[in-house]
């Protein structure tokens, strides 16, 4: 089920269209890169309670593969957060303390709770489905920043293919760690959080 990685024509193109207004609306592309370092942030302290979890079961080719998720996610946010600098000479600021699409998601309770309540294969899926989400994104900046003509920056272009690539590798992962079963199970509670991010096309 893997071939299926970037087949939503809808989202391909709200993606794109989204990536096309840009550079009309410089303010709305800084916004999204600070909340994509914060994200990248998050998704560390969170993969690596995931990565615990596959421990402490045992399991320690999964947790060795999280583990490198992990490594990859502190990376992003240090990449992040260096454009972030380079672009808009400043640091980025941490607006909000909640996640709007694991709070969504999650619902009533916090995360290390959702992470004893769901099976492992259900928490691969909802890591998946977390991961695949942003690829559309990423996609369409790498797309349009591919001849470096809509934005004027090189190291946009250079700074998310190196994300990409590495999402791409984290979506095999989490695909590898969950069947297609528990990837549909777990859409409804993804489709609740990418509804919050405005990532439905």
């Given at each position: 089920?893997?071939?299926?990685?970037?087949?939503n024509?809808?989202?391909?193109?709200?993606?794109?269209?989204?990536?096309?207004q840009?550079p009309?609306?410089?303010?709305?592309f800084?916004?999204?890169?600070?909340?994509?370092?914060?994200?990248?942030?998050?998704?560390?302290?969170?993969?690596?309670?995931?990565?615990?979890?596959?421990?402490?079961?045992?399991?320690?080719?999964?947790?060795?593969?999280?583990?490198?998720?992990?490594?990859d996610?502190?990376?992003?946010?240090?990449?992040?957060?260096?454009?972030?600098?380079?672009?808009?000479?400043?640091?980025?600021?941490?607006?909000?303390?909640k996640?709007?699409?694991?709070?969504?998601?999650?619902?009533?309770?916090d995360?290390?709770?959702?992470?004893?309540?769901?099976s492992?294969?259900?928490?691969?899926?909802?890591?998946?489905?977390?991961?695949?989400?942003?690829?559309?994104?990423?996609?369409?900046?790498?797309?349009?920043?591919?001849?470096?003509?809509?934005?004027?920056?090189?190291?946009?272009?250079?700074?998310?293919?190196?994300?990409?690539?590495?999402?791409?590798?984290?979506?095999?992962?989490f695909a590898?760690?969950?069947?297609?079963?528990?990837?549909?199970?777990?859409?409804?509670?993804?489709?609740?959080?990418?509804?919050?991010l405005?990532?439905?096309?």
């Open positions: 089920h893997l071939m299926n990685i970037l087949s024509q809808a989202m391909k193109n709200e993606s794109f269209e989204w990536a096309a840009v009309e609306a410089p303010e709305k800084r916004d999204w890169l600070g909340h994509q370092v914060f994200a990248e942030q998050d998704a560390v302290s969170r993969i690596a309670m995931l990565k615990a979890e596959y421990q402490a079961f045992g399991l320690f080719t999964e947790a060795h593969l999280l583990g490198s998720v992990v490594t996610e502190s990376n992003h946010y240090n990449w992040l957060k260096g454009l972030y600098r380079q672009l808009y000479k400043v640091e980025p600021v941490k607006h909000e303390t996640s709007r699409y694991w709070d969504e998601v999650v619902k009533n309770s995360f290390s709770q959702f992470i004893e309540d769901n492992l294969g259900d928490l691969a899926a909802y890591g998946f489905h977390a991961e695949e989400m942003r690829l559309y994104r990423l996609w369409a900046i790498c797309e349009l920043t591919k001849n470096k003509g809509l934005y004027e920056h090189a190291t946009i272009n250079d700074t998310f293919t190196k994300v990409y690539c590495d999402e791409l590798h984290h979506v095999a992962i590898s760690m969950t069947t297609p079963y528990a990837i549909e199970k777990t859409r409804k509670d993804h489709a609740r959080g990418a509804d919050a405005g990532l439905t096309p």
